[in-house]
């Protein structure tokens, strides 16, 4: 069964990060966090958005590629792009999008949907609740 009920949005556009910069801390504190739990902590939480159903959550996606358009756009477009991350975020598990990527002016983008809560009776970070529930 599903435990997420909601996803958490979270984009970043700027100078990428090694992960020893990160951790010694050089990173600013919107950079996406090498785990995917880490998302959901105190410093991650408080930049994101928050989507509950997947149409919203492609609209976002494919808000966020229009405006940063990826380098290899050309040779995986958009629209294959979105139909992947629609296909996973309706899986029951691992159903979480972590796109990465530099744009023709070299600048990095990361645009993550992460699904929340992460396990059974846990708690949104941030108190969200689905209104369908
Ligand atoms: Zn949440």
């Known amino acids: 069964m599903k435990h997420h009920n909601h996803w958490h949005t979270f984009r970043y556009a700027g100078k ?3 992960d020893p910069q990160r ?3 050089e990173a600013p504190s919107t950079f996406p966090p090498f785990a995917v739990k880490d998302f959901l902590s105190e410093t991650s939480i408080k930049h994101a958005g928050t ?3 997947i149409p919203a959550a492609l609209d976002w996606l494919k808000q966020g590629a229009t405006s940063s358009p990826p380098v ?3 040779q995986f477009l958009l629209e294959e792009r979105l139909a992947w991350a629609d296909r996973t975020l309706g899986l029951e598990r691992g159903a979480d999008i972590i796109w990465g990527y530099y744009t023709n002016s ?4 990361s645009l993550s949907v992460i699904a929340c809560p992460r ?4 708690a949104c970070p941030i108190g969200f609740q689905d209104e369908a529930r």
């Open 23 to 25: 951790r010694r801390g």
């Open 119 to 122: 396990r059974p009776h846990e």
């Open 72 to 74: 290899d756009g050309a």
């Open 51 to 53: 989507v509950d159903r």
């Open 16 to 18: 990428a990060y090694t």
């Open 106 to 109: 070299q600048v990095y983008v």
